[in-house]
């Protein structure tokens, strides 16, 4: 059973456009959910976070929003760079274990 | 310094070595963990240690076995490993005391290919 559900599988942007990424989640104990950012060979990266009592958080070019009556919540990446090409996890916590979604794999083409 | 050191960056092992994967960590984190990764998968939860005791294990085959030394250090042990354990190793640490502001922090991994 997949825990946290994301999608798309794939996306392809245009360099200054938006990157949305949207996930969804059924489990109610979930207290914590961080986007993570990673390149092929690497570990994922914090990108940003937000807990589940704020609607919306936003640090620099990335914003999440959060809507805890719907159980979802999503990734708005800004002016989207080239640089921002990767895969993006999103994820959710119920005490120490994160659990992840199947990643999108963002491409920003110059 | 926020880093967590992964060693080696790349395995190759027989599948009846005997071999160990090393992390450290010096930003004072007390939670350690080791996650499991496929290609164009997900992170999964393999072991969680808090405060050097194991507090999560994730239903894992016993030819995995954890090992924290210290509050720094953290070993991932091998032993008789299948072709279908070849993954990205992954191991990350948090403050340990930060309740929802607890942030986990991720090493480069370990590119292990069992043969």
């Known amino acids: 059973q997949q825990q946290v559900k994301q999608s798309p599988q794939s996306l392809i942007v245009q360099k200054g456009g938006i990157s949305i990424i949207n996930c969804a989640y059924e489990?109610?104990?979930?207290?914590?959910f961080p986007w993570y950012q990673q390149f092929p060979g690497k570990g994922p990266a914090l990108l940003i976070a937000?807990?589940?009592?704020?609607s919306e958080k936003k640090e620099g070019r990335f914003t999440i929003s959060f809507n805890k009556s719907a159980k979802q919540f999503s990734l708005h990446i800004m002016d989207s760079q080239p640089g921002d090409s990767a895969t993006y996890f999103c994820?959710?916590?119920?005490?120490?274990?994160?659990?992840f979604g199947s990643g999108t794999r963002l491409q920003v083409q110059p | 310094d926020t880093e967590v050191t992964q060693t080696p960056k790349h395995l190759v092992m027989g599948m009846t070595n005997k071999k160990s994967l090393k992390c450290e960590q010096h930003m004072g984190h007390r939670a350690m963990y080791w996650y499991k990764q496929k290609a164009k998968k997900p992170p999964e939860l393999m072991f969680v240690y808090s405060y050097e005791k194991l507090s999560i294990n994730e239903s894992v085959p016993s030819r995995f076995s954890p090992e924290c030394p210290n509050s720094s250090l953290l070993n991932l042990h091998l032993h008789a490993l299948q072709p279908e354990d070849s993954a990205l190793y992954l191991c990350?640490?948090?403050?340990?005391?930060?309740?929802?502001?607890?942030?986990?922090?991720f090493g480069s991994g370990t590119q292990l290919s069992v043969l």
């Open positions: 937000i807990r589940p009592d704020v």
């Open positions: 994820a959710a916590r119920e005490r120490r274990a994160l659990t």
């Open positions: 489990n109610t104990a979930f207290d914590y």
């Open positions: 990350a640490s948090s403050h340990g005391d930060r309740g929802p502001n607890e942030k986990l922090f």
